[in-house]
């Protein structure tokens, strides 16, 4: 079970509102349990402005997601430096939000079982976190044009 990740109650609270409802329940569960912290908190701990943490965000130079209105991101980006996390970051630049923060959240067998910050922290080259980061992005992407094509669904990088 992913961090954050409500066990599924049964048929009885199925369908659409139910799911909304458990995605909310788990985004606020990031927060409460710190997985996720907001931006200030790592624009103080990079030394830059909020300005240019904003302005890295929309260049998918760091990966954010949005709760309630507010930005937030991965709390293993406090523990890395800038330019490492950008060239992660941007390895998974054409993903979801929330495919982007998974990647961050979860452990990772091809990184001994560990999540990315721990793997880095254990000594794991950077070039190797990048290269899993492309390949996770590599997968999504592919299986989301697959998905795409048997439904009938347009191209949408056209």
């Known amino acids: 079970m992913?961090?954050?990740?409500?066990?599924?109650?049964?048929?009885?609270?199925?369908g659409l509102v139910a799911a909304k409802a458990r995605g909310a329940a788990?985004?606020?569960?990031?927060?409460?349990?710190?997985?996720v912290v907001p931006g200030?908190?790592?624009?103080?701990?990079w030394?830059?402005?909020?300005?240019?943490?904003?302005t890295a965000t929309a260049s998918s130079e760091v990966v954010s997601i949005a709760i309630d209105g507010s930005e937030y991101f991965p709390k293993a980006l406090l523990s890395?430096?800038?330019?490492?996390?950008?060239?992660?970051?941007?390895?998974?630049?054409?993903?979801?939000?929330i495919e982007k923060l998974m990647f961050w959240l979860r452990d990772h067998g091809a990184l001994g079982g560990r999540s990315v910050a721990a793997?880095?922290?254990?000594?794991?080259?950077?070039?190797k976190v990048t290269a899993l980061a492309e390949?996770?992005?590599r997968e999504r992407t592919d299986?989301?044009?697959?998905?795409?094509?048997?439904?009938?669904?347009?191209?949408?990088?056209s």
Do not use: F, M, N, Y
């Not at 030394?47 to 904003?54: F, K, P, Y």
């Not at 793997?119 to 070039?127: D, S, V």
């Open 119 to 127: 793997a880095l922290e254990a000594g794991t080259p950077t070039a």
């Open 80 to 97: 890395l430096d800038r330019l490492t996390a950008g060239a992660i970051c941007r390895a998974l630049r054409q993903l979801q939000d």
């Open 143 to 157: 299986a989301r044009v697959q998905i795409d094509d048997v439904v009938g669904c347009p191209d949408r990088s």
């Open 2 to 14: 992913l961090p954050g990740e409500i066990k599924d109650q049964g048929s009885e609270r199925g």
């Open 26 to 35: 788990a985004r606020a569960r990031w927060i409460e349990e710190g997985l």
């Open 40 to 45: 200030p908190q790592l624009a103080q701990a």
């Open 47 to 54: 030394g830059i402005s909020q300005e240019t943490l904003a």
């Open 135 to 137: 390949a996770w992005a």
